[in-house]
């Protein structure tokens, strides 16, 4: 892979994701994150996700998918390539997602059952209530600064925090694989994020579970279970119906057998939560 291959084929937000650094602020086109050299208070590193490029208000400086690369690692152009080279999903086996320190100045404070009522309504609002049981009421500091949110743990033991304004991963970003001792089928079914997954168990009855479950929390992810896949008679796809989500598609598609696509069943809507949701606000 040569430097514009990099820079028209990898997902910027992908990167980043990689790194562990997540929007502040957010909308589909753009977002602010945390500079990438620096701590700071006010977020001041722009990333334009139709662009694939970002710039730092702060510095002054424009960074593309291998600049932030180079950024994080201190590293060569060339050794910036071999690293962009995993998110093409190659052959390679056993690799790490680099770690960095952007998180570790955090401290989970408390872990219970959800009670928060703005998290209650927050799970009312993406239409999962009803799967609270499957989630936790995270209180965390990050950066001297106290927060909450809805938890989700993954493989490494780590977190990912949703609310109303956040969406971020405490610790290192990894996989979630949820086995089933009682499915009467060898069959995966692949979410994209956690909110899919609760919104599949909303929408699947309780005694009909027969399958198990993988959550790659960032489509960054799929080199970690490439393996482990292999282990399924089908495969069951509920992945975003964006540039990233019909890419990791076709990869499985193709190295896999028995692959189902059912990203069909929520066409023209982003994820299979977004669907519900508008489904069930015009059935209101």
Known sequence: MNCEEAKEKVNIRTVLESFNLFPV???????FYFALD????????????????????????SYDVISIVQQMNQCSVSEALEYLEKFEFSARKN???????????????????IRHPALIQYLKFRKVYEQKDLVKEIEYELNGKKYFGV???????SVEIRNKYSKICLGKKDVALIKNDLKTFNEIIVFEGFFDYL???NLEKKENLTSDYLI???TAMLFKVEE??????????????DDNGNATKEIIQQKYKNVEDCSLLYCGFKDLNEWVCKKMKIMK
């Not at 620096?38 to 970002?54: C, G, L, M, Q, T």
């Not at 938890?151 to 033991?157: D, I, L, V």
């Open 25 to 31: 602020k957010e909308n589909r086109k753009t977002a």
């Open 38 to 61: 620096r701590e700071e208070k006010i977020p001041s590193f722009s990333v334009d996700f139709v662009k694939n490029k970002a710039f730092d208000f702060g510095t002054g400086k």
């Open 95 to 113: 690799e790490e997602i680099e770690e960095t320190d952007q998180h570790k100045n955090y401290q989970i404070l408390k872990t219970s059952e």
């Open 151 to 157: 938890g989700f743990y993954n493989n490494s033991g």
């Open 199 to 201: 919104t599949f168990r």
């Open 216 to 218: 790659l929390n960032s």
């Open 228 to 241: 482990t896949l292999k282990e399924y008679d089908k495969i069951s796809l509920f992945l975003d119906n």
